[in-house]
């Protein structure tokens, strides 16, 4: 299984929801990245797990809440979220052992989000 | 500052006529560069990727790519397109923190 699947595929909210975006991969990879990615523009990472621990957080607003339960697989929790929030929010996985992070990405299919 | 430059934001070419990506990395950046598409409402698939070793890399869907070192550049040729290989092309490398460090994209538009 080389796949990193993401559900759900699109997802609309308020500003005053909570929801949740899920992220799965079966490959044995140790390292997972959220990545959030506007139109035209190529993705900017989000959040990086390490061996199930936050290891990077790219100064994301607190609006957005990550959580690695288990080594397969991440969630993307999200609260009063803003409409510029709106993007196509990407998964990513990489094989990183011993916490190296150079091996190249395997990337899911997306969630769009909209936020009203 | 790190970075990865794609200069032509949009290649228009006829089908079966072969085509250039271009890409060139600054300095910082490290010699883990990638080639990435992205077709309309996907996700990003990997093209080909240099890690070292030989500077040409071949990769899916006839597409290769060369190394440069002198000229910071790893630019994505193909002999021969297709329609189906109308998509958005991201050139990435990594800095000092294996991060991806993405190209703005080149959107490859094919016309019959």
């Known amino acids: 299984d080389t796949e990193v699947t993401q559900t759900p595929k699109h997802l609309v909210m308020g500003m005053t929801n909570k929801k949740s975006l899920k992220c799965e991969q079966h490959?044995?990879?140790?390292?997972m990245y959220w990545y959030k990615q506007k139109a035209k523009k190529p993705p900017e990472l989000m959040f990086v797990?390490?061996?199930?621990?936050?290891?990077i957080n790219e100064s994301v607003p607190s609006r957005f809440s990550p959580e690695c339960p288990n080594s397969s697989l991440l969630n993307l929790h999200l609260h009063a979220l803003q409409p510029e929030d709106s993007a196509l929010y990407l998964c990513?996985?990489?094989?990183?052992?011993?916490?190296?992070?150079?091996?190249?990405?395997?990337f899911g299919p997306g969630t769009r989000l909209t936020v009203l | 500052a790190q970075s990865v430059t794609q200069l032509d934001s949009q290649v228009p070419v006829f089908e079966e006529a072969p085509v250039e990506l271009r890409c060139n990395y600054s300095s910082s950046v490290s010699v883990y560069l990638f080639w990435y598409v992205q077709y309309p409402n996907q996700g990003l698939q990997l093209l080909l990727k240099y890690l070292s070793g030989s500077t040409l890399v071949k990769g899916i869907n006839g597409f290769e790519a060369e190394f440069n070192k002198s000229q910071t550049s790893f630019h994505l040729r193909k002999p021969s397109v297709h329609i189906s290989d109308t998509a958005e092309y991201f050139c990435a490398g990594m800095d000092s923190s294996y991060k991806l460090i993405f190209g703005s994209g080149t959107r490859l538009l094919v016309r019959p």
């Open positions: 990513a996985s990489s094989q990183g052992e011993a916490g190296a992070l150079r091996d190249e990405q395997f």
């Open positions: 490959m044995g990879h140790r390292a």
């Open positions: 797990y390490s061996y199930e621990k936050l290891s």
